[in-house]
């Protein structure tokens, strides 16, 4: 039973334009969410989060959407570089709790 | 200031044989966690611990043990190894519960191969 879900595992996109990742989840308790981005040996890093009570929370180039009665948040990466080419995961906690929920974690790869 | 250190980076086992997996911190992290991460299931939690001499399960802690006998470092043992523990583990650490403490920290990984 997967309760935060990346459908997508790959994604590919030219520099310069905007990289949109999606995450879904199915418990309703969860009350904050977090993405980590990963490269190749070594271990993930936090890259933003978000709490339950926003929509929205923005860090320089990096955005991220949550919509609550969809079950359903976005990172949005503009613009994108290559630097960027990394395994993201998304991560959810339930209200009181001591762990996260990771996804699956999607590949971006920025192109030139 | 290392942050969180796992020892070692690389080790091959045969089926059979124990280990122990090493996890320090060096930020007086309240809290600590060991992962699993194998390709198609993202991180999965393996034990976890909330405090210095405390541990609790994880989603997948069969096969595994760990201890917390200093604040910072956290052991995981396998003491019979098998070929579904074949796994890149991560180490991680929190500073503690409150909510602007969700960020964990993680370690640079345990490649484990066993035959």
């Given at each position: 039973?997967q309760?935060?879900k990346q459908?997508?595992p790959?994604?590919?996109?030219q520099?310069?334009?905007i990289?949109?990742?999606?995450?879904d989840y199915t418990?309703?308790?969860?009350d904050y969410f977090?993405?980590?981005?990963?490269?190749?040996?070594e271990?993930?890093?936090?890259l933003?989060?978000i709490?339950s009570?926003?929509?929205?929370?923005?860090?320089?180039r990096?955005?991220?959407f949550?919509?609550?009665s969809a079950?359903?948040?976005?990172?949005?990466i503009?613009?994108?570089?290559?630097?960027d080419?990394?395994?993201?995961?998304?991560?959810a906690?339930?209200?009181?709790?001591?762990k996260?929920i990771?996804?699956?974690?999607?590949?971006l790869q920025?192109?030139? | 200031?290392a942050g969180v250190t796992q020892?070692?980076?690389?080790?091959?086992?045969?089926?059979?044989?124990?280990?122990?997996?090493?996890?320090a911190?060096?930020?007086?992290?309240?809290y600590m966690?060991?992962?699993?991460?194998d390709?198609?299931m993202?991180?999965r939690?393996?034990?976890?611990?909330v405090g210095?001499?405390?541990?609790a399960?994880?989603?997948?802690p069969d096969?595994?043990n760990v201890?917390r006998?200093?604040?910072?470092n956290f052991?995981?043992g396998?003491?019979?190894?098998a070929?579904?523990?074949?796994?890149v583990?991560?180490?991680a650490?929190r500073?503690?519960l409150?909510v602007?403490?969700n960020?964990?920290?993680f370690?640079?990984?345990?490649?484990?191969t066993v035959?």
């Open positions: 039973d309760q935060v459908n997508s790959s994604l590919s996109v520099e310069g334009r990289s949109i990742l999606n995450c418990n309703s308790m969860f977090l993405w980590y981005k990963k490269y190749p040996a271990g993930p890093t936090f933003i989060s709490s009570i926003k929509d929205k929370n923005e860090d320089g990096f955005t991220v949550l919509n609550k079950k359903h948040l976005s990172l949005h503009v613009p994108s570089q290559p630097g080419s990394a395994v993201y995961f998304c991560a906690r339930s209200y009181n709790t001591d996260l990771f996804g699956t974690g999607t590949r920025v192109f030139p | 200031n020892t070692p980076k690389f080790r091959v086992l045969k089926t059979g044989q124990s280990m122990t997996l090493l996890c911190q060096d930020m007086n992290h309240e966690y060991w992962y699993r991460q390709p198609g993202g991180l939690l393996i034990h976890y611990s210095e001499g405390t541990t399960k994880g989603e997948v096969g595994y201890s006998l200093k604040k910072q052991l995981l396998l003491e019979s190894a070929p579904s523990q074949t796994s583990y991560f180490c650490s500073r503690g409150v602007s403490y960020e964990q920290f370690g640079p990984g345990t490649r484990l035959l």
